[in-house]
């Protein structure tokens, strides 16, 4: 199946690299034209020339509300308007005890992962509704579902995206906007080894070994790759899912189920 987001304009936090790339790709295959909202300029502009007139970028730091918001005014001011949001920009701390973390490490994570979509929502919500309604994804984490598996912070922050998913779906369903979050399992992209401090070679190695390392124990024995997050978020995005709202849709190879039979 192919156009399954003909005419659509998508605005993808962190579209740049990793699940938001794969994600912008995938739209435009289907139809879509994108504004990337992310804070690596040089990969933003790269796409802008890949995909000619079908993707327009602009430097957003979603820590900061006025970048936010004028991220979706591009989306109004270069294709007329907005029909998906896509609250995917990341990071990753390491910190694992409560004890150890800093206040600013617990600032720097919240205001990414959780009030950088809720300003992405309180931006976009008016443009969907002015088209009739639209859908939005927020990209969450296992994580955020299951203790123990992700740094304190990240979790926690997850957790509440998590949350704040069911609690934005209930008010704005009479817009006709549907929000729902996708949950990933471990995805072979260099957010971990990025924030051990890794350049992009090592990073992209350290991801790959731990996403086989994840294969062996998961019901489906193979590395999560970007493309697998980017086609739940096509689906959660279009008109396929029109009867779906507030889910925490889990695509992680089966992780969160248990491990694999050995026998
Ligand atoms: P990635 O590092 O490849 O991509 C993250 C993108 O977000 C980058 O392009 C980066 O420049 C951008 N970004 C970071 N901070 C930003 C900011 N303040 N403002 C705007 N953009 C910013 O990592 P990824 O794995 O593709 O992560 C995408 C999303 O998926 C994240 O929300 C992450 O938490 C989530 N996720 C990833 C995994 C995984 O295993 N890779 C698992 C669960 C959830």
């Known amino acids: 199946m192919s156009g399954r987001l003909n005419g659509k304009v998508a605005l993808i936090t962190g579209g740049a690299s990793g699940i938001g790339l794969a994600m912008v790709r995938l739209f435009v295959a289907e139809g879509a034209r994108i504004v990337v909202a992310d804070i690596q300029d040089d990969k933003g502009r790269a796409l802008e020339q890949v995909h000619d007139g079908r993707v327009r970028h602009i430097r957003c730091d979603v820590t900061q509300e006025a970048e936010i918001a004028a991220a979706v005014a591009l989306a109004s001011t270069s294709f007329g308007g907005l029909d998906i949001l896509v609250n995917n920009a990341g990071i990753c701390d390491m910190m694992p005890s409560i004890t150890a973390i800093e206040a600013e490490q617990w600032d720097w994570i919240f205001q990414v992962l959780l009030r950088g979509p809720a300003l992405g929502m309180k931006y976009a919500a008016p443009l969907l509704a002015a088209r009739g309604g639209g ?129």
């Not at 740094?151 to 929000?179: D, F, M, N």
């Not at 190695?205 to 062996?216: G, S, T």
């Open 135 to 263: 859908a939005i994804v927020n990209v969450a984490s296992v994580a955020g579902m299951q203790a123990g598996w992700g740094p304190i912070a990240y979790s926690t922050a997850k957790a509440g995206l998590l949350h704040l998913t069911r609690t934005v779906a209930a008010e704005l369903s009479p817009q006709r906007i549907r929000v729902n979050a996708v949950c990933p399992g471990m995805i072979a992209t260099s957010i971990f080894g990025a924030s051990l401090g890794m350049d992009r070679p090592a990073a992209d190695q350290f991801a790959a070994r731990v996403a086989e390392v994840c294969a062996h124990a998961q019901p489906i024995p193979r590395a999560g790759q970007p493309e697998d997050i980017a086609c739940a978020a096509l689906y959660l995005a279009s008109e396929e899912a029109s009867f779906v709202t507030g889910v925490s849709f889990v695509v992680d190879g089966g992780l969160s189920v248990g491990p694999r039979h050995a026998w």
